[in-house]
């Protein structure tokens, strides 16, 4: 059996290897399916493009995965995978939280609620029938969004699932939009050690896509495929993209210090955030020991009463203190800011812009807050998805939850962005890390802003 396994080419900021493809397709493989990955984004391809790659396959099936800003791109490609009567099965969080209107708009045949390994081969295993096979559904089993639905059983042994299918994603072609804005060297490679958050933040997706169930790779599993990354592709740097690498202090010491041993010898970040609640004085020493050049913080609002309304579950103090420890070991902190929380204020988005000033990071980015499928907030406002909305995302407000007005929020954005890097100290602070490629994309994504 050969799948052809698709992520198109919907308009991103960034570009990072399709890593739950990647996954899907190394799991399929262990299991003797034959897998063909298409990265639109990554070679910058039509739908049309792409459909013509994946016929000269004859695949039996095709997976298309879908992130909520890619909806409508994904829905085009599957249109023209039906149209050529292939089997459609479509994946990622946004069908797992809009499973109805996903099928309804597309035609696929399925979509997978969930993590998609073990469903997916389940599925295939079955000859294309879903019965019984938790968390894959076709439209015939939907009434409507209100469904229950069950997601995959999630795989918790992760060592179970060999790392990303390198060999076909060619992790070394994607460079020039890196995630976290800087880098020291390129080619990148993306390495996820765990899945989840054992946190419950009311505007986070990921507490409702891994239902907070956290599970790790065996530290000596991703020393091996830093390795294979290392020496089998040329990787020069590591960015972890985990939602919070140092959650175990216990296993992340650990790796650190496997990384020394092994003589890793690349630098590397720690691009997602950290959970500054996890940030302490041991493990940053040792994070700098290993490498670690730069890290980031969700810090989302300076203002207490706001990490609370959102369930951050962490204080100011302990933000300042994580960022402190950066500026103590020398490693580039940054952090993200959010606008439009819920009791937000003009004076609560000018008490984040004053606090990021004042403190000692040397990147931000603010935000204004997206209502996302899955998370809390979505839940709690009833929120409907609408695809003629999605160029906005994260850049002008979608929902105003207190008195401010659309123009507040945008202004105190622009605001934001000029006050914090417009300063002799910062542009210095930079000037090492942006270069060629980057340096245009950074200015590109503060300019779209400002
Ligand atoms: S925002 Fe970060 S800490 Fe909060 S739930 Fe999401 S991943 Fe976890």
């Known amino acids: 059996m050969k799948i052809v396994l698709i992520r198109t080419n919907a308009p991103a900021l960034q570009l990072v290897p399709p890593l739950g493809i990647g996954y899907i397709s190394a799991y399929l493989n262990k299991h003797s399916v034959e897998t063909v990955i298409i990265d639109g984004l990554r070679d910058n391809i039509d739908n049309e493009t792409i459909l013509g790659l994946a016929l000269k396959e004859k695949p039996d099936a ?67 029938i879903n019965d019984g096979i938790k968390g894959v559904y076709s439209i015939d089993n939907l009434k409507d969004e209100r469904q229950k639905i069950d997601f995959s059983d999630p795989l918790e042994d992760l060592d179970e699932i060999p790392v990303p299918d390198w060999k076909k994603i060619m992790p070394y072609k994607y460079e020039g939009r890196p995630a976290g804005l800087i880098y020291k060297k390129t080619p990148i490679g993306y390495v996820m050690t765990s899945r989840g958050c054992a946190s419950n933040c009311t505007f986070c997706a ?82 700098k020991e290993a490498g670690c050049y ?34 103590k070991y020398k490693i580039v902190c940054g952090g993200f800011f959010v606008f439009d929380l819920p009791g937000e204020t003009k004076e609560t988005m000018l008490e984040s812009i004053n606090y990021a000033k004042k403190s000692k990071l040397t990147l931000a980015t603010f935000n204004i807050l997206d209502i996302l499928p899955g998370s809390k907030l979505w839940e709690d406002l009833d929120y409907k998805f609408d695809r003629n909305d999605l160029q906005y995302s994260y850049s002008q407000p979608r929902c105003l939850l207190g008195n401010l007005n659309k123009d507040d929020i945008t202004k105190a954005q622009k605001k934001a962005f000029m006050a914090f890097y417009l300063r002799p100290k910062i542009i210095f602070k930079l000037l090492k890390f942006i270069k060629k490629e980057p340096v245009k994309y950074f200015f590109k994504r503060i300019l779209k802003i400002v």
């Open 294 to 327: 730069n890290f980031n913080i969700g810090i989302e609002s300076a203002n207490p009463q706001i990490l609370l309304n959102v369930n951050k579950q962490e204080t100011i103090e302990q933000i300042t203190n994580a960022i402190n420890l950066a500026d």
């Open 206 to 287: 990921s507490p409702g896509f891994y239902k907070r169930n956290v599970r790790f790779r065996s530290v000596e599993n991703v020393i091996d495929e830093i390795l294979e990354l290392r020496d089998n592709y040329g990787i020069k740097e590591i960015k972890f993209i985990d939602d919070n690498l140092v959650l175990d202090k216990k296993r992340a010491m650990k790796l650190f210090d496997l990384m020394i041993e092994n003589k890793i010898n690349m630098p590397w970040g720690c691009t997602s955030g950290l959970r500054a609640n996890n940030v302490d004085e041991e493990i940053v020493a040792k994070m």
């Open 62 to 128: 095709v997976g298309i995965t879908c992130l909520t800003a890619a909806y409508n791109e994904v829905i085009d490609m599957a249109h023209l995978i039906k149209n050529n009567n292939i089997k459609c099965i479509i994946g990622g969080v946004h069908p797992s939280f809009i499973p109805f209107q996903t099928l309804k708009d597309s035609k696929a045949d399925f979509v997978i609620c969930g993590e998609g390994e073990k469903s997916f081969l389940q599925l295939l295993r079955n000859n294309f």
